[in-house]
């Protein structure tokens, strides 16, 4: 039967996001293939509302013109948006739409959304130093929530299954990872084009091998916790993180290897061989190992 009505809208807004993220990562891609079709659909709902929002503070608001006050109201927009879409279950924004619609679903509550979108606010004044403090705060909110709000998403293949501590930690704990990588991955545009360094204690023109090490440590050790946990997940959800923990720590082993001077020059990234390699390990559930 044909969609109708709410439905509809309610699929043109998730096939937006799906657009939206095929446009933005290839790693996600890889890895949501393993998932099931309504899971697949609301984990890219959940990563398309993060990019628009990562979008805002990152640098095209400010080619479209914005100054800083009217970038920070439309950043304040969309979380009220996004807050009202999950109470009344409709939003014209077709990418809150689609988040709104799979949060309601999967039981995603609103303080995660108002954590997140505060850790946005951060890059709209970032500090010139991050502190530990800082450092962990914003980590929370951009990564850890976001975990959490994927885990959700995850349990929506088995309904029935509850989420223990574990789950909860482990989550949390791989989105930290992805993060820190991420921060490594990128410090030279972060540092170059956006004016931040996110690494605790380390200046604009500071980085070297000793804060390196003790990044790839903690993403290391993060890895290790969320491997634990991912055990748990749903079967397809355990293949689908097993490949994306797996495309990350192939990402933490190569920034390992590369020297501080080297990473703020170029962009470390993982070759599509390995990635295929990665992909067929986590099919096979050898992922966790």
Known sequence: ?????????????????????????????LAS????????????????????ADEIVDGPAEE?????????AVLDALEAETLAAMRRGFSANLVVHAFAATARDAGIPPELVVEFFESMRT??????????IAYRRYIHGSAEVVGSMCLRVF????????????????????????QKVNFLRDLAEDRDRLGRVYLPGVARHEFGDAHKDVVVAEIAADLAAARHAITALPPRARKATSAAAGLFAQLNDRLSKTPA????????????AVKAWVLMRALSGRGTR
């Open 64 to 72: 479209a013109g914005m100054d800083a006050a009217e970038t920070r």
């Open 261 to 272: 001077a080297e990473i703020i020059r170029r962009r470390v990234s993982v070759p599509p």
């Open 123 to 132: 890059d709209l004044d970032p500090p010139a130093v991050f502190d530990e």
């Open 1 to 29: 039967m044909t969609a109708t009505g709410l439905a509809l809208y309610t699929s043109a807004a998730r096939t937006s996001s799906a657009r939206v993220i095929s446009m933005y990562s290839t790693s996600f891609g």
């Open 155 to 178: 349990m929506l293949e088995r309904p029935g299954l509850k989420i223990s501590e574990d789950m909860e930690e482990g989550a949390r704990r791989l989105g930290a990872a992805f």
């Open 33 to 52: 293939r393993l998932l099931t079709r309504r899971v697949r659909a609301g984990i890219a709902d959940v990563y398309a509302l993060v990019r628009v």
